[in-house]
């Protein structure tokens, strides 16, 4: 009997050990995220009063441009779900040059890909999270961005003081749940170029006129000069 009774409980501390997933008990209906499929629509490009747009008409933010994404609320792995989205927004504009692309503020989507428990024995909670989308005048554009987020604990102490106090009382002790704090930055990345509307092509710099009995210059000699595609960067 005490033998029966010792194999029990040895099979019970092995089995609450072992992380716990998080089961959900309503399942959460599907929202896409995603950039959706096809050509890419303009970012229709602003710049400050009195400021001529130095980028060229055919300007493109490139793929993997940084973006900073600050988080608008605590994500907490004991209150989402796998699948739950949640927004977040553009921490910084982007610019080309001197024309904002992506304006600071603008709508950020998320979501929960994965998530576990707390266990017993001091086990933390683990969450997987990722960035996908934003959404700028009617469209969205795709993102990359994965992360990671574990409990903080100290588990090695627990288990430590679940040891000398015996297995019993280790079962009781829990870890902590995975939390991204509200306020978070992250960064994130486009994940394919965007053209970008609203931009000019600098005008050709006009030969000033020859003094009488000069020698003209011939119209070859003069290189006509037009604006490149600026360089994506992010301003505070």
């Known amino acids: 009997m005490k033998k029966m009774v010792l194999t029990a409980t040895a099979v019970a501390i092995v089995c609450a050990s072992a992380p716990v997933v998080a089961k959900d008990k309503k399942a959460v209906a599907p929202v896409n995220i995603d950039a959706p499929a096809g050509p890419v629509q303009p970012i229709a490009a602003t710049w400050a009063t009195g400021v001529t747009p130095n980028l060229a008409s055919d300007a493109v933010l ?133 053209p970008v509307s609203g931009g000019i092509v600098a005008a050709p710099v006009a030969a000033p006129a020859t003094p009488t009995g000069a020698t003209a210059t011939t119209a070859s000699a003069q290189a006509p000069a037009t604006a490149q595609p600026a360089v994506a960067t992010t301003t505070k």
Do not use: H
């Open 62 to 194: 490139p793929a993997n441009t940084e973006v900073l994404v600050r988080t608008t609320s605590e994500l907490n792995s004991k209150k989402l779900k796998d699948g739950q989205t949640f927004v977040a927004i553009v921490a910084n504009d982007v610019m080309m040059g001197n024309a904002v692309v992506i304006p600071k503020n603008t709508p950020v989507n998320g979501i929960i890909t994965w998530r576990t428990g707390k266990g017993v024995y001091g086990k933390s909670a683990k969450m997987e999270y990722e960035i996908r989308s934003f959404d700028l005048k009617g469209q969205r554009y795709g993102l990359t961005g994965k992360f990671r987020q574990e409990g903080k604990g100290n588990t090695g102490a627990t288990v430590a003081t679940a040891v000398i106090a015996g297995p019993i009382f280790g079962m009781f002790v829990t870890g902590k749940s995975a939390v991204v704090e509200q306020g978070r930055e992250l960064k994130v990345y486009t994940a394919a170029g965007i």
